[in-house]
């Protein structure tokens, strides 16, 4: 089975627990009280938020060791990485003001929490931009792993300057240093959700790398 | 060496520190026009209209900064000339906080005399902030600047890439002027500080460690 087929299949696992996640959350999770069915978004947005951050996280990671590797296949990682790390901020930009509109009576407002998350994904839309600015091959992944650690860097500052500002956004209640403050049965839908994320993001990028491979082989052989 | 080279060659023309000067005032001036002065209160205003300006005009240095070399190879006689890549880098740097600095210089008073804001009881930590807050996004930018000088669409490439690195310095910056504009103690911006020094320190070291990148084969 190729790379391709197998993240083909892991996709699919993925969509099949995020289909049962739905189930669990509608069906067998308790309605939240102040803010009632509307929170049941909520087990689709933290998880593609933490995955937003991580794939950043993990292009950066997969640029250093390309810089002292020099070993393509991390290249098309962080390209892979990349992309579902933009499919994911969609996902959130998109998810936060449908969760927003009925609990914050606003779609958008200039709040830390979403202008951050809007500048991770300007900064992947950067990163890929970049990418299809470069035409040789080497410089482009040369170029694109000094971004991509950059990237990385800012994460934590984006982060951080959160806590500095009185924002709307509720403040993390899971990634947070002390224990999480949800209770049981929430905290098991959410985390089952997160697992169904963590596959999606596989299967994804799974199946992106083995496209970033075979559009690298072909690169190098028409040259 | 370099930076002298750069700001040599910037004050025989001229050209590009003028043009940086004008657009300053040009942007001062559409920021007043663009406000309701009944509505909105000057100090509500002003730290984002200085910040602003101050980045637009930064950017425009910054672009500046790779271009100059591509006439007449200048950048390859510069990558085998027995100069280290970090002398490089820095000698850049130096060159596009220098250019920076002269525009902000320019443009605070500017920006007094036009808002009417009084600065002089907090000058100090003002320029303090604004020393601060620039150092970061210079180092970034001027790295950036070497890469995309080599892309198709240079200067739409800058912005696009550096506006996201612009936002904690400029989110920081904001909100320490604001403190000092409306002259509350210092001390409640500690958080936002700490914030300015540690981004400086953060992008200046992985800008000089990721320099050579952008430049070796």
């Known amino acids: 089975m190729t790379l391709a087929q197998k993240g083909r299949w892991t996709t699919v696992a993925g969509l099949a627990l995020l289909a049962a996640v739905y189930v669990r959350a509608l069906a067998f999770t308790p309605i939240e009280r102040t803010q009632g069915p509307a929170q049941k978004i ?36 962080a390209e892979a990485s990349a992309e579902v790390g933009t499919a994911f901020a969609t996902i959130v930009l998109t998810t936060g003001p449908i969760w927003g509109k009925p609990i914050w009576g606003t779609w958008w407002t200039w709040d830390a929490r979403l202008t951050s998350t809007l500048f991770l994904f300007f900064l992947y839309i950067g990163y890929l931009l970049l990418r299809g600015a470069v035409m040789e ?23 951080f300057s959160v806590y500095l500002f ?13 224990t999480p403050s949800l209770p049981g049965s929430m905290l098991a839908t959410w985390s089952f959700s997160f697992v169904a994320f963590t596959v999606l993001y596989v299967g994804f990028v799974m199946q992106r790398y083995a496209l970033a491979r075979a559009g690298a082989r072909q690169e190098a052989g028409h040259v | 060496m370099v930076a002298r080279k750069d700001l040599l060659l910037e004050f025989r023309t001229r050209t590009a520190i003028l043009s940086a000067l004008v657009f300053t005032a ?18 509500d205003l002003a730290p984002s209209i200085l910040w602003v300006t101050f980045t637009f005009a930064a950017m425009l240095a910054l672009n500046r900064a790779f271009a100059l070399e591509l006439e007449n190879q200048a950048l390859e006689g510069l990558l085998v000339s027995p100069l280290s890549r970090t002398s490089l880098y820095w000698g850049k740097l130096i060159a596009n906080l220098v250019f920076v600095a002269i525009v902000e ?88 500080l ?10 200046v070291t992985l800008s000089t460690l990721l320099f050579p990148h952008t430049v070796d084969e």
Do not use: N
Not at chain 2, 26 to 43: C, K, M
Not at chain 2, 142 to 161: G, H, N
Not at chain 2, 194 to 203: E, G
């Open chain 2, 26 to 43: 040009l942007v001062l001036t559409v920021f007043e026009f663009g406000r309701d002065p009944t509505a909105v209160p000057t100090i």
């Open chain 1, 137 to 159: 091959a080497g410089a482009r992944a040369r170029y694109a792993a000094v971004l991509g650690i950059c990237g990385m860097c800012l994460v934590p500052f984006i982060h």
């Open chain 1, 42 to 77: 909520y087990y689709i947005h933290v998880p593609a938020a933490i995955w937003t951050e991580t794939a950043m996280i993990l292009v950066g990671l997969a640029s250093i060791f390309f810089l002292f590797l020099k070993d393509a296949r991390l290249d098309s990682f």
């Open chain 2, 194 to 203: 700490k914030l300015l020094a540690s981004y400086d320190i953060v992008f």
């Open chain 1, 166 to 178: 009185r924002t709307l956004h509720p403040m993390p209640i899971i990634m947070k240093p002390s």
């Open chain 2, 105 to 192: 210089a320019v443009g605070l008073p500017l920006f007094v005399l036009f808002f009417d804001v009084p600065v002089g009881h907090v000058l100090l930590p003002l320029v303090g902030v604004i020393a601060l807050a620039t150092v970061g996004f210079v180092a970034v930018g001027t790295l950036f600047s070497a890469m995309v000088i080599r892309t198709r669409f240079a200067e739409l490439m800058l912005p696009v890439l550096l506006l996201p690195f612009l936002i904690p310095p400029l989110v920081g910056a904001v909100q320490v002027t604001g403190r000092l504009l409306e002259g509350r103690p210092v001390v409640e911006a500690a958080g936002w």
